[in-house]
């Protein structure tokens, strides 16, 4: 197919969307490179061993893939024209991924409370590299909050409807990401201990 061909409005949005695909692509490199150093430092000999997860990272990992489900049926809702369905759905989505970020510094708290903070003398290595990861991830999840806000904004000013729903599917797009790349940080980490 030749990605030069149809509307102006047609090629316009073919590159917005591969913009966002390059922006999650190079995202995942960067996670893919913190936990290629987090494997390659287990081999130190001061790596915590038996340091546990903190439970709060358990019901924030529900909580993300609550809220993936909630705009996931926001946009099919949008394309039935069901808008205020579709509104509730988009600011449940923005709520739980409220929940989500204040469950996430309450996974800080349980850590800090175990002793271990992220740099000092009571820090290690092992936890350094849990509140890297953690805080790499919020800010790509405030990113995420940023665009809830915008769909939010968007929806109600009517401005997406059946056939009409390029930011949304992008929002969601990028929304998605960022909680499968929560799913594949917590398994990482709850697994490769």
């Not at 090629?11 to 190079?26: D, T």
């Not at 990113?143 to 009517?158: A, D, M």
């Not at 056939?163 to 940080?185: K, R």
Request: proline share 2%; glycine share 8%.
């Amino acid at each position: 197919m030749d990605l030069t061909q149809g509307t102006d409005q047609h090629r316009l949005n073919r590159a917005k969307k591969m913009m966002l695909w390059f922006g999650i692509v190079s995202m995942a490199m960067m996670f893919a490179g913190l936990t290629s150093a987090y494997v390659v430092s287990k081999q130190r000999p001061d790596w915590l061993d038996e340091f546990a997860l903190p439970n709060a990272f358990i019901w924030s990992t529900v909580v993300i893939v609550a809220s993936s489900v909630c705009i996931f049926f926001a946009k099919r809702k949008v394309n039935e024209g069901a808008n205020k369905a579709a509104g509730l759905l988009l600011i449940a989505t923005l709520i739980l991924g409220l929940v989500f970020a204040a469950l996430q510094v309450m996974s800080f708290s349980e850590i800090i409370s175990a002793g271990y903070y992220f740099t000092g003398s009571e820090s290690s290595v092992t936890t350094s590299f849990i509140y890297i990861i953690v805080l790499a991830h919020l800010a790509h999840l405030a990113g995420g909050i940023i665009v809830l806000l915008v769909l939010i904004y968007n929806h109600f000013k009517q401005r997406y409807g059946p056939g009409q729903t390029l930011g949304l599917e992008m929002g969601a797009t990028y929304w998605h990401f960022v909680d499968a790349l929560w799913v594949y940080l917590f398994l990482f980490l709850y697994f490769f201990r």
